[in-house]
T-cell receptor, first 117, second 116 residues
Framework: AQTVTQSQPEMSVQEAETVTLSCTYD???????LFWYKQPPSRQMILVIR??????QNATENRFSVNFQKAAKSFSLKISDSQLGDAAMYFCAYRSPPTGANSKLTFGKGITLSVRP | DTEVTQTPKHLVMGMTNKKSLKCEQH?????MYWYKQKAKKPPELMFVYSYEKLSINESVPSRFSPECPNSSLLNLHLHALQPEDSALYLC???????????????FGPGTRLLVL
């Protein structure tokens, strides 16, 4: 079974600085998708960024970028120019290939990011 | 537009009550999901509907009963719940369940349920 590991439960960053959130995963598949979701306190879970495993190029979305190391099974999220609104719980997730009509999203335990003004 | 709506936002119910949670999307997505999320924990998958048919049931107790009346609407019927069922219930949708390229799941804001 696939597993997603986020080993750091909490991190803190100074406003305007850069922070990297770590994620590793375990799979025997060669084609899959990886995601970072953000969930602010008492607010909606939103997609931050996604990466297709078959693409070598790292995904970027404005201030958010990933470092995808397929051989190492590592998928870290870099947040540049951190803003107060970036404070949230961040979940790394893996999308497994389907078996028939089955397909699941496997989440890591999440990391709570705080931003210091 | 990537909006998934859920009603109600908050729900308090007794253990003998029957209530329903509602989820709606108008993005043409053909896969819809129910998750349960406890505080500071990742979401746990409960059910998946693909083309209005139940495709995954993660061994959820029968006091939770999902229903997908049409491609835009997903309900979760609740009956005889326990206090440990108190949680945030999230609905999500995606283009389809399958190995396509539009498989990103979009989440609703959730219903915060308290069972007394």
């Amino acid at each position: 079974a696939q597993t997603v590991t986020q080993s750091q439960p909490e991190m803190s960053v100074q406003e305007a600085e850069t922070v990297t959130l770590s994620c590793t995963y375990d799979t025997s598949e060669s084609d899959y998708y990886l995601f970072w979701y953000k969930q602010p306190p008492s607010r909606q879970m939103i997609l931050v960024i996604r990466q297709e495993a078959y693409k070598q190029q790292n995904a970027t979305e404005n201030r958010f970028s990933v470092n995808f190391q397929k051989a190492a099974k590592s998928f870290s999220l870099k947040i540049s120019d951190s803003q107060l609104g970036d404070a949230a719980m961040y979940f790394c997730a893996y999308r497994s290939p389907p078996t028939g009509a089955n397909s699941k999203l496997t989440f890591g335990k999440g990391i709570t990011l705080s931003v210091r003004p | 537009d990537t909006e998934v709506t859920q009603t109600p936002k908050h729900l308090v119910m007794g253990m003998t009550n029957k209530k329903s949670l509602k989820c709606e999307q108008h993005m043409g997505h053909r896969a819809m999901y129910w998750y349960k999320q406890k505080a500071k924990k990742p979401p746990e998958l409960m059910f998946v509907y693909s083309y209005e048919k139940l495709s995954i049931n993660e061994s959820v107790p029968s006091r939770f009963s999902p229903e997908c009346p049409n491609s835009s609407l997903l309900n979760l019927h609740l009956h005889a719940l326990q206090p440990e069922d108190s949680a945030l219930y999230l609905c999500a949708s995606s283009q389809w369940v399958g190995w396509g390229r539009q498989e990103t799941q979009y989440f609703g804001p959730g219903t915060r349920l308290l069972v007394l």
